[in-house]
């Protein structure tokens, strides 16, 4: 008996994060934390889907940001450098920018994120 299963998600554990000017809080407590849980093949999964669905990459992570890291996620800076982390995160899974400062209507962490498609290879 053989079952079909869709392709695995890209292994991205060996993945690390450019930083750039996001080194402050890349290097903070919460930051170290942060780049690991985007990761995580749940999130990924949610990433892409949104991107299926036209939507930004960063909106279905809002629930889960906040669930794990609490209230201080909505800062500002941390939202910044969560899409920055996103862009490396979708840029290696094979996406390309879209359509950046796309508004998100319903209440969410996020008011605005950027959104992708895949690169044509």
């Known amino acids: 008996m053989t079952t079909s299963k869709s392709a695995p998600s ?10 750039r000017h996001f080194r402050d ?6 930051g ?15 990433m892409e889907t949104a991107t299926a669905l036209r939507r ?10 906040i669930r794990t890291f609490g209230p201080e996620i909505s800062q ?23 359509r950046q400062g796309l508004r998100i209507s319903q209440p969410n962490l996020f008011t605005s994120g950027t959104r992708y498609k895949k690169r044509n290879g």
Do not use: C, F
């Open 25 to 30: 809080v890349s290097e903070s407590a919460l």
């Open 56 to 65: 930004a990459a960063v909106e279905p992570l809002a629930q889960g940001l």
């Open 76 to 98: 500002d800076r941390l939202k910044q450098t969560i899409g920055h982390m996103v862009r490396q995160i979708m840029e290696a899974l094979g996406y390309e920018l879209d």
């Open 32 to 46: 170290k934390q942060l780049w690991p849980y985007l990761k995580l093949h749940d999130n990924l999964l949610r």
């Open 10 to 19: 890209p292994d991205l554990k060996d993945l690390e994060y450019d930083s």
